[in-house]
């Protein structure tokens, strides 16, 4: 709810700043894919927010990052520099932790808007594995630091960075493997798919 009255705030000041002599433009004469970018724009912003508030009230019983939002929308727009940066911070971030808990991302339609195909086809795959998923929000979702991961391998591979430069986040992978619960069927998947992105990237230099 607060994020559809942002939105129609956002459209009535946009509205009045292109005609201030006139009616207020109904939402309808936008066009399609600047709504949706207005909603996801300030959806993001909401979440954002939202980390923050989390990290304040619960940062010393978990390791939160408050700007997985803000580099998984970076990584949407090929803004890859950028996502790389947020999303290295919140890898050492969230391993430097010594707390155990940490928050999860969702992968409901609505949050799925923000991910990649990659993402989404993990996602069904995982529902037609395990169709028990579809009721059991824990299957739903994936760590941020499974997130962070995903994210930093997939802009080190679109900007072609180095075989050594991958080293870390290759053995970063590996010790997220090892910590996430078995239940965490999506986190397994995802760093299995990025594990085997890296060694083919590395078997492409041999």
């Known amino acids: 709810m607060l994020l559809f009255l942002s939105v129609s705030q956002l459209l009535k000041r946009r509205a009045k700043a292109i005609c201030p002599?006139?009616?207020?433009?109904?939402?309808?004469?936008?066009?399609?894919?600047?709504?949706?970018?207005?909603?996801?724009?300030?959806?993001?912003?909401h979440l954002t927010k939202f980390r923050q508030l989390e990290a304040r009230d619960f940062g010393s019983v978990a390791a939160i990052a408050t700007t997985d939002f803000e580099a998984l929308y970076a990584y949407k727009h090929g803004d890859y520099r950028r996502c790389l940066q947020l999303s290295i911070q919140n890898a050492h971030t969230l391993l430097a932790s010594a707390a155990v808990r940490m928050p999860e991302v969702p992968t409901f339609p609505e949050f799925l808007q923000l991910m990649d195909d990659d993402i989404v086809s993990l996602t069904a795959l995982m529902q037609i594995?395990?169709?028990?998923?579809?009721?059991?929000?824990?299957?739903?979702?994936?760590?941020?630091?499974?997130?962070?991961?995903?994210?930093?391998?997939?802009?080190?591979?679109?900007?072609?960075?180095?075989?050594?430069?991958?080293?870390?986040?290759?053995?970063?992978?590996?010790?997220?493997?090892?910590?996430?619960?078995?239940?965490?069927?999506?986190?397994?998947?995802?760093?299995?798919?990025?594990?085997?992105?890296?060694?083919?990237?590395?078997?492409?230099?041999?």
């Open 129 to 206: 594995v395990n169709p028990k998923c579809r009721d059991d929000g824990r299957c739903a979702c994936f760590s941020q630091l499974t997130l962070s991961l995903y994210l930093v391998t997939q802009c080190q591979l679109k900007m072609r960075y180095s075989v050594t430069s991958l080293v870390p986040t290759f053995e970063f992978i590996k010790i997220t493997q090892n910590r996430a619960p078995a239940y965490a069927i999506l986190d397994h998947l995802t760093l299995k798919l990025i594990e085997r992105r890296i060694l083919a990237y590395w078997k492409s230099f041999a």
């Open 21 to 45: 002599d006139h009616a207020l433009m109904n939402a309808s004469e936008y066009n399609t894919p600047d709504l949706v970018e207005l909603l996801q724009e300030s959806a993001v912003e």
